[in-house]
């Protein structure tokens, strides 16, 4: 009998182990101060986000019919993973990241009829405009982002690994972002208990604190990097990217509609072939701020 109600993606750890990691520490290059390292770490407090940058905190992206909504992220710093013991193996040791700029992520998980304006075709098993899109690769992934550059003039990438974490948490140190127990996992995320064994529209949750919807369950979300078991490491972090290889498989984040709460936390790690789709998965797009227009004469862009 088919399981049409588990997502939970297994892992390829057996070809994601070999992979060594590598945490690439930028060092200062980017412009952070010694006071914003110091304060990394020390406890992963949020950085202030800087008003020299004049980005508004949402951007409605709007060409055609294409609409698609993002969420300022301010640059700053957080503990990634988990304490030990508290989490799977491949979350230790929680370690301090440091987001180096500001991005627009997705506000909503991207949808159906989203994909389709763009890629002229609908993969997905659960069928609705407003559902997310899932069944796709994350190749496919790379497509729809670099159509979607074409089509809008603007730049556009998956979430790093740290990006996604980071927005997650919303600043939050707690298993879930709204907390540490399970109890309110129903008001904020489509899983095992309530889903009914299908995905469904974005935004019917409550939002996390930095107002991203779906951050936990309805489909899990490909990230940018390979996946590899042992890629944190003690230190502080500044844009971390992953392991540098080609193939084998990438990270999703967030857990999906067939997923207990515990394969929801925020810092949870699953992972997939780059090449496989599955009905678990879809996709949150970033909004390159350097792709945006410049400021005007006012400072407004
Ligand atoms: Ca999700």
């Known amino acids: 009998m088919e399981q049409k109600t588990e997502t939970r993606i297994s892992r390829n750890c057996d070809r994601c182990s070999s992979v060594p990691g590598l945490l690439a520490v930028l060092s200062f290059a980017i412009g952070l101060c010694a006071t914003n390292l110091a304060t990394a770490q020390s406890g992963g407090l949020i950085l202030e986000h800087s008003d020299s940058w004049n980005l508004p905190k949402e951007w409605v992206l709007s060409v055609g019919n294409f609409r698609m909504e ?13 304490p030990d013991e508290t989490g799977d193996g491949d979350e230790y040791p929680r370690h301090d990241v440091v987001i180096s700029q500001p991005f627009y992520l997705g506000k909503y998980e991207v949808t159906q009829e989203q994909w389709e304006e763009v890629m002229g075709s609908n993969p997905s098993r659960f069928r609705g405009a407003k559902l997310p899109v899932e069944t796709v690769s994350w190749k496919d992934c790379q497509v729809f982002l670099a ?18 974490e980071y927005a997650c948490r919303a600043g939050t140190t707690t298993f879930w972002s709204f907390g540490d127990t399970n109890a309110a996992v129903d008001e904020f995320a489509w899983g095992k208990s309530n889903s009914g064994g299908q995905s469904h529209p974005v935004g019917g949750k409550k939002p996390n604190p930095w107002g991203l919807y779906d951050m936990h369950g309805n489909v899990s979300e490909w990230c940018a990097d390979r996946y590899a078991k042992h890629t944190y490491s003690n230190g502080v972090v500044v844009d971390p990217v992953g392991p540098t290889v080609q193939e084998g498989s990438a990270v999703c984040r ?48």
């Open 70 to 82: 993002f969420v300022l992220i301010p640059a700053g710093s957080f503990l990634m993973g988990s």
């Open 147 to 164: 159509k979607l550059a074409a089509k809008t003039g603007r730049k556009f990438a998956l979430p790093t690994e740290a990006q996604w």
């Open 254 to 301: 967030g857990g999906a509609w067939g997923d207990d709460p515990d394969l929801q936390r925020s810092a949870y790690r699953n992972c997939n072939g780059i090449g496989n789709a599955h009905h678990g998965i879809g996709l949150r797009c970033v909004l390159l701020v350097s792709s945006l227009p410049a400021p005007g004469p006012d400072g407004k862009r």
